[in-house]
């Protein structure tokens, strides 16, 4: 190597900074930041894996607390929802819109939010996904076919199932309740007037099945848009009818 090459390689090293450990905060080190002093310390490998394991779990339930934490707060302030619209039937219900006006400015305000997916394969599903901003989120799903009643057409059907399990999807998430608009009605009464679960529809649907009853006749003689429509306190005679039926082929 000559003079001058040897002269650039002494100023280069002379010049060179050594590379700098990750700055540490004065405050509580981060599960990233405590594997690295770990490391550089001599530590196992494995043993800083099963620390950063351990910390990934403690966070995930740190985070679920605060989820769930929330969403008791958001309803001990949501009220029940106004039956604001009227079906084919004359029977009032609560439309997605009078749910969203009163649920999401509150639960908004305890970092509380909420999507849909929608797959649609022989029935349309729709997940509702609720999540909280400290990571952790709940889903929970419903299915059920287009919605042929009445003049609807093919996109026409889809779209009112679509905002009908997304509507009953968010009530599943936040356990909402709908009321008439008065207030007259005890909660007991509120409760019993609420609409049956997805397991008591497809006990209904299976009944019905069974029975070769005309489905959308049934409904309109019950005064309910769907299946789902039942409510609580209707349950037990829906049942009856359809199991008399049963017996009596």
Do not use: W
């Given at each position: 190597?000559?003079?001058?090459?040897?002269?650039?390689?002494?100023?280069?090293?002379?010049?060179?900074?050594?590379?700098?450990?990750?700055?540490?905060?004065?405050?509580?080190?981060?599960?990233?930041?405590?594997?690295y002093?770990?490391?550089?310390?001599?530590?196992?490998?494995?043993?800083?894996?099963?620390?950063?394991?351990?910390s990934?779990?403690?966070?995930?339930?740190?985070?679920?607390?605060?989820?769930?934490?929330?969403?008791?707060?958001?309803?001990?302030?949501i009220?029940?929802v106004?039956?604001?619209?009227?079906?084919?039937?004359?029977?009032?219900?609560?439309?997605?819109a009078?749910?969203?006006?009163?649920?999401?400015?509150?639960?908004?305000?305890?970092?509380?939010?909420?999507?849909?997916?929608?797959?649609?394969?022989?029935?349309?599903?729709?997940?509702?996904?609720l999540?909280?901003?400290?990571?952790?989120?709940?889903?929970?799903?419903?299915?059920?076919?287009?919605?042929?009643?009445?003049?609807?057409?093919?996109?026409?059907?889809?779209?009112?199932?679509?905002?009908?399990?997304?509507?009953?999807?968010?009530?599943?998430?936040?356990?909402?309740?709908?009321?008439?608009?008065?207030?007259?009605?005890?909660?007991?009464?509120?409760?019993?007037?609420?609409?049956?679960?997805?397991?008591?529809?497809?006990?209904?649907?299976?009944?019905?099945?069974?029975?070769?009853?005309?489905?959308?006749?049934?409904?309109?003689?019950?005064?309910?848009?769907?299946?789902?429509?039942?409510?609580?306190?209707?349950?037990?005679?829906?049942?009856?009818?359809?199991?008399?039926?049963?017996?009596?082929?």
């Amino acid at each position: 190597m000559n003079t001058v090459a040897n002269a650039l390689v002494d100023i280069d090293h002379e010049h060179r900074q050594p590379v700098a450990a990750p700055a540490m905060d004065a405050g509580p080190m981060t599960p990233m930041q405590m594997a690295y002093h770990l490391i550089q310390n001599g530590a196992d490998l494995g043993a800083v894996k099963e620390m950063l394991a351990m910390s990934k779990e403690l966070a995930a339930d740190a985070a679920r607390r605060e989820f769930e934490e929330a969403v008791a707060s958001a309803k001990a302030e949501i009220q029940p929802v106004h039956r604001n619209a009227k079906g084919h039937n004359d029977k009032r219900y609560a439309d997605f819109a009078a749910y969203a006006k009163a649920v999401d400015p509150i639960i908004s305000k305890y970092g509380l939010s909420y999507r849909f997916r929608t797959t649609q394969t022989e029935k349309i599903s729709v997940t509702c996904i609720l999540a909280h901003k400290a990571g952790h989120f709940e889903e929970n799903t419903l299915s059920g076919p287009a919605d042929s009643t009445g003049s609807k057409n093919a996109i026409q059907a889809i779209g009112s199932t679509l905002t009908y399990l997304q509507r009953y999807t968010l009530i599943q998430a936040l356990g909402l309740a709908a009321s008439n608009d008065d207030d007259g009605k005890t909660a007991s009464q509120t409760i019993d007037n609420g609409p049956i679960t997805e397991e008591q529809a497809a006990k209904v649907r299976a009944l019905i099945e069974e029975t070769g009853t005309d489905i959308q006749k049934f409904c309109a003689y019950l005064k309910v848009e769907s299946v789902p429509d039942i409510t609580v306190s209707e349950f037990p005679r829906v049942i009856a009818m359809l199991e008399k039926k049963k017996g009596a082929k």
